[in-house]
């Protein structure tokens, strides 16, 4: 029985040390919550205050802001004073490549599973 060797691509990216692979999986982590991939998809449409964000996801805006507060320490929102009213904004457009990526595969895996089951 012979064995199948796969050469490296020497394109790819060299694995990350142990610190990085700490920050990288914080970042999945904070985005892991299912309320704050809410919050994230209600401002992919622009700025909004917590108001607005309150009114469109329908949680409390104590739940709300504190979403919020725990995104903008990631530096994955940002937010300014607008005379009472705090508005939040998208700090990091890469978070939509991301999402993209991964909603694309699992629109994948769902379509191969509707074919199997003649769906």
């Known amino acids: 029985m012979s064995s199948v060797r796969l050469k490296r691509n020497p394109s790819a990216p ?19 919550e299912p309320m704050r991939l809410r919050l994230l998809n209600e401002l992919r449409g622009g700025e909004k205050s917590v108001s607005e964000l309150v009114e469109t996801t329908g949680a409390g805006q104590a739940n709300v802001s504190k979403h919020l507060g725990l995104l903008a320490e990631a530096g994955m929102v940002g937010r300014r004073k607008d005379g009472l009213n705090v508005i939040y904004f998208v700090a990091d457009e890469m978070l939509f490549e991301l999402c993209d990526l991964v909603c694309g595969r699992l629109q994948k895996e769902l379509a191969e599973k509707a074919a199997q089951f003649g769906g």
């Open 14 to 32: 060299k694995p990350l040390p142990p610190g990085a692979l700490e920050m990288v999986a914080a970042r999945f982590k904070m985005l892991a």
